[in-house]
């Protein structure tokens, strides 16, 4: 008996979807549609789902293979809070805007301590600014890609990683630049120095 569990172990684990050519282009237009209403990057959904960001690139492009893995699928489903089922489904329902973004976010409000603030103090925001470019650095990104998905000018972001802001950041847009560095909510409002200072007396 426990041979026969193992082997329909095995057969999950190498389990795939089939995904006709005629399909990759609705599939496309959904993971497109779904990844943009959660407020997600390519390279967020990429890494929540576990394959190289220029894969899921070619997938939003209609280059979908013809199968892929039901881990991958359900990987999927998960990261855009879809139904089992509904990416690959021929006739699948509309469904309602995200109520959340992606990684249970809340969104921005003016109240409440968990609330993120509607705008970040400049004296704050100049702490952000050097500890961003570092992280940015760190991961391989360039400046001007993390600027496009803040919505902001490659001289903007510039001036934001030197610590210069003419005025004091929005929450939503904090949020974005987080979201541009693959951060969790809130990442960038972590005093370096406090975590430093935390570690070292740990």
């Known amino acids: 008996m426990k041979k026969t569990d193992d082997m ?6 190498g389990l795939r979807e089939w995904i006709p050519r005629s399909d990759a282009q609705r599939v496309a237009q959904r993971l497109r549609d779904r990844r943009r209403a959660l407020g997600l990057t ?3 959904l ?20 013809g ?3 039901a881990g991958t699928v359900k990987a999927l489903e998960a990261a855009l ?5 509904w990416l690959l489904s021929q006739d699948a329902p509309l469904l309602p805007d995200p109520v959340v973004i992606a990684g249970n976010v809340p969104p921005c409000r003016a109240a409440g301590s968990a609330a993120l603030p509607m ?28 600027a496009r998905r803040c919505g902001v000018s490659s001289v903007t972001l510039s001036q934001w990683e030197r610590g210069v802001f003419p005025k004091a950041l929005t929450g939503q847009r904090l949020r974005a630049w987080e979201r541009a560095l693959m951060l969790a909510p809130g990442q960038l409002l972590e005093s370096p120095e406090g975590k430093a200072n935390a570690s070292n007396h740990g």
């Not at 329909?8 to 684990?13: K, P, W």
């Not at 100049?126 to 961003?132: F, K, L, S, T, Y």
């Open 42 to 44: 390519q390279v967020e």
């Open 119 to 146: 705008r970040i103090p400049v004296a704050r925001c100049e702490q952000i600014g050097p500890h961003a470019a570092q992280l940015r650095k760190a991961l391989g990104l360039p400046a001007a890609e993390v």
């Open 8 to 13: 329909n172990e095995a057969g999950m684990a």
């Open 46 to 65: 990429a890494a929540a789902v576990g394959v190289a960001p220029p894969t899921y690139v070619h997938w939003e492009r209609g280059r979908v293979p």
């Open 81 to 85: 809070q879809i139904p089992d089922g």
């Open 67 to 69: 199968t892929i893995a």
